[in-house]
């Protein structure tokens, strides 16, 4: 698989994205965070703007005992940092599957494994290459330990004790004899030297192999064993339940259980890893959440150190005294006294009480706002690159924003009462009197603001202090429609200089800043209505509920389905920022990964082909396309928190692929069709291939709705796949995923026309 030639982007500073968040609950102050570039995601082009660095789990961490480092999680996430641990970087690893183990060879040179997958880089992480396991495909025999002496010689266990031995970085691998497990599993391998290594199992077996894995020799029972460390040549650990630590100071040929008799009494928690930067100071992640146990006697005695609220999963030195740790919900802390005290400590979220579903564009570029409870408000004045929480003076849910411009912005709550910012979101202050807690605010224009329903359309002039109600009547294409003020509208939106209303009664436009309005004709009933997104007076799309996209191009007199986005199952949201980009989400997919994990679909080209994308396996709450950037919120993390992740090119990857389908006849007969079994052959070529199992997923139109299947890609980027169940006239549609440096692709829809 290959990795990523982007332009990398690095995470928040840790410090300052932290401070960013210190608000109280009571005051009304706007915090700034740093514009160090963001983490990407590494399946697409979209970042994570909060939390900081990143939101995914980080399972393992290793540093070389420079500055120079990588940490992995899950999703098939790989970071990098440069500096130990202050700043990451994130890397494409081409797989999705859920890495928990690396090993960092130089700071060129890594490995990493989990899931289904061991991957190897030899250019920092600009590309990696996948290990031909023969694992794919929903493998039960995941990857257990990985122990590399080199870029071209390591060894690869499986839980099931597989053990698997390559010479040349991974092109070819080879088979050693397997690990006697048993009933139980492996769950861990470390190698002293290029034949001498130890396997540690669940059940607390330590079996040890001095020829390279082709036999092996049991040196060590006890309890349950999770983790070994070799430390050097004659050194190594194993970490266990019940606090059990054994050590070996002969190459991994006998063991002792120490001690680690814990400071004040304590009683000896499950130990999951270990890290040592030399024979006596080690530092042991638990399975008690936020707790390690510091060593600095060889395992002897210990100390329990509390390190922050996420629980640690890895901890690495990265020089004399310095640490990283790495663990749910991207937590990433740092320690510069050896693991006694850990002040710097990654940013969170933002934290579930943000749960609005809506983003609110802002006039000026690059901003955006999404209102939640208790007087919160998340902002962005930087493309998603960071985002801020405005806290408005009210413990009341705010319901609706406004920003004409960065610095003023209107907020409606659930009590009904209007406030107004003129610095940014620092200090607020209140009109008279309350308004319908179902309006909706709409930045029409610098000086015009709109209180939309939930009856009728108000409008305001002088900054919010007065409304007065639009009068006349909607503009039908024939004549003149019902009152404005009669009209049941529920949401509302602005783009450019177009305005836009819909609900019970339909769907109204305004390019006046809401003075006179025009209704937009719909292709179904007004309470089928989903989603809506307008970009001007004539162009928009409409999302019904059931998932189908429709498309008008003038103004609503005529629209038509939009097919291109092919089976994957919609979310209820589209937004376009112009005439040819937009976003559709996806949610609730019925494909097996990697299809499962597919949260938007892109499109650069008005829509006449989409491509699937991952978005960190999120499933978004909101979305929003702006001429700018576009901004995605999902839920993440246990426990669950909003997250942030925002793209400028549409969530572009650097290179592209190419993907088209044919079939043999596009029109045919009722009879030839049935001939052939009501089927048809559909040949694909995709370029570039990016990894040996790699597949399309073909979706088509039946009389009871879209079917999908997926097709494996050979070698040379054919592929075929036969269709089943078709009765007549089928739209076919097929989307590749791509991997991160390579985009995915989606091609337009292609029509088999049968005659009856």
Do not use: H, K
């Given at each position: 698989m290959h990795g990523i030639a982007r332009n990398i982007q690095r995470l928040l500073p840790l410090a300052a994205a932290s401070a960013a968040l210190a608000v109280s609950v009571g005051s009304a102050s706007a915090q700034t965070t740093t514009t160090t570039p963001p983490v990407s995601v590494g399946h697409s082009g979209w970042y994570w703007g909060s939390p900081a660095p990143q939101g995914q789990n980080l399972a393992a961490v290793a540093f070389d005992g420079t500055t120079t480092g990588y940490a992995v999680g899950a999703l098939g996430t790989v970071v990098r940092s440069e500096d130990g641990g202050q700043t990451w970087t994130g890397l494409t690893s081409g797989t999705v599957d859920n890495l928990d183990l690396v090993q960092e060879l130089s700071p060129t040179t890594v490995v990493a494994g989990g899931g289904c997958s061991v991957l190897e880089s030899t250019d920092a992480g600009a590309t990696f290459t996948s290990l031909p396991l023969g694992l794919a495909g929903g493998c039960t025999d995941t990857v257990a330990g990985i122990a590399f002496a080199s870029s071209e010689q390591g060894y690869v266990v499986l839980r099931d004790g597989t053990l698997l031995y390559t010479t040349d970085g991974g092109q070819t691998v080879q088979a050693r004899s397997s690990v006697p497990v048993g009933t139980s599993t492996v769950t861990g391998l470390g190698f002293s030297s290029p034949t001498t290594g130890v396997a540690v199992t669940a059940s607390g077996l330590i079996e040890q192999t001095?020829?390279?894995?082709?036999?092996?020799?049991?040196?060590?029972?006890?309890?349950?064993?999770?983790?070994?460390?070799?430390?050097?040549?004659?050194?190594?650990?194993?970490?266990?339940?019940?606090?059990?630590?054994?050590?070996?100071?002969?190459?991994?040929?006998?063991?002792?259980?120490?001690?680690?008799?814990?400071?004040?009494?304590?009683?000896?928690?499950?130990?999951?890893?270990?890290?040592?930067?030399?024979?006596?100071?080690?530092?042991?992640?638990?399975?008690?959440?936020?707790?390690?146990?510091?060593?600095?006697?060889?395992?002897?005695?210990?100390?329990?150190?509390?390190?922050?609220?996420?629980?640690?999963?890895?901890?690495?030195?990265?020089?004399?005294?310095?640490?990283?740790?790495?663990?749910?919900?991207?937590?990433?802390?740092?320690?510069?006294?050896?693991?006694?005290?850990?002040?710097?400590?990654?940013?969170?979220?933002?934290?579930?009480?943000?749960?609005?579903?809506?983003?609110?564009?802002?006039?000026?570029?690059?901003?955006?706002?999404?209102?939640?409870?208790?007087?919160?408000?998340?902002?962005?004045?930087?493309?998603?690159?960071?985002?801020?929480?405005?806290r408005v003076p009210t413990n009341a849910a705010i319901l609706s924003t406004a920003f004409p411009s960065a610095t003023t912005g209107y907020a409606l709550d659930a009590a009904g009462t209007l406030r107004r910012t003129t610095d940014g979101g620092t200090s607020w202050s209140s009109f008279a009197p309350t308004y319908p807690q179902r309006s909706e605010l709409v930045a029409a224009g610098t000086r015009a603001l709109l209180l939309v329903g939930p009856r009728g359309v108000r409008r305001s002039t002088d900054g919010g202090s007065s409304f007065q109600s639009v009068p006349g009547r909607v503009r039908l294409r024939h004549g003149k429609g019902p009152r404005v003020g009669s009209l049941r509208l529920s949401s509302s939106g602005a783009s450019g200089s177009v305005v836009w209303s819909s609900g019970a009664s339909g769907l109204i436009v305004s390019s006046d800043t809401g003075r006179i309005w025009h209704r937009m004709g719909l292709p179904f009933r007004a309470s089928q209505l989903e989603s809506v997104s307008v970009v001007s007076a004539t162009r928009a799309w409409v999302l019904r509920s059931g998932g189908q996209l429709y498309e008008t191009s003038d103004g609503g007199r005529r629209w038509a389905r939009n097919l291109a986005v092919g089976g994957l199952r919609t979310g209820g949201i589209v937004s376009f920022g112009s005439s040819q980009d937009g976003i559709l989400a996806v949610s609730g997919s019925t494909q097996q990964p990697p299809f499962s994990s597919v949260g938007v679909l892109s499109t650069r080209n008005g829509g006449r082909t989409w491509e699937p994308q991952i978005v960190d396996g999120l499933a978004p709450n909101a979305l929003l396309a702006t001429s700018s950037a576009d901004y995605f919120a999902g839920m993440y993390g246990n426990p669950m928190s909003l997250g942030f992740l925002a793209t400028t090119n549409g969530g572009a990857s650097p290179l592209h692929s190419s993907l088209t389908i044919s079939v043999a006849r596009r029109r045919l007969t009722a009879k030839e069709l049935g001939r052939a079994g009501h089927s048809l052959l559909v040949r694909g070529q995709l370029r570039p291939v990016l990894s040996s199992n790699e597949e399309v997923l073909v979706s088509y139109t039946t009389r009871t709705g879209w079917r999908r299947t997926t097709a494996l890609v050979a070698t040379g980027g054919a592929f075929q796949v036969r269709l089943h169940g078709i009765r007549g006239s089928t739209d076919i549609v097929a989307q590749a995923l791509g991997d991160g440096r390579h985009g995915g692709a989606g091609t337009p829809v292609l029509r088999v026309t049968v005659r009856h």
């Open positions: 001095i020829d390279g894995g082709n036999s092996w020799n049991e040196v060590f029972s006890g309890g349950e064993l999770f983790g070994v460390t070799v430390v050097s040549p004659t050194l190594a650990y194993a970490v266990g339940a019940a606090g059990q630590l054994v050590r070996s100071t002969d190459g991994g040929a006998t063991w002792t259980a120490l001690p680690l008799t814990l400071t004040g009494g304590a009683a000896p928690p499950t130990l999951t890893s270990i890290t040592c930067s030399d024979a006596n100071d080690c530092l042991i992640t638990t399975a008690n959440s936020n707790e390690l146990v510091r060593t600095t006697d060889g395992g002897m005695t210990g100390t329990i150190v509390s390190v922050s609220d996420s629980a640690l999963s890895g901890v690495a030195f990265t020089g004399p005294g310095s640490v990283v740790g790495v663990g749910q919900q991207g937590a990433t802390v740092l320690s510069s006294d050896a693991g006694q005290t850990f002040p710097n400590v990654s940013a969170p979220g933002l934290s579930s009480d943000l749960p609005g579903t809506a983003f609110t564009p802002g006039r000026a570029a690059g901003t955006a706002y999404l209102a939640g409870g208790q007087g919160a408000i998340a902002a962005t004045t930087d493309s998603g690159a960071s985002w801020t929480r405005l």
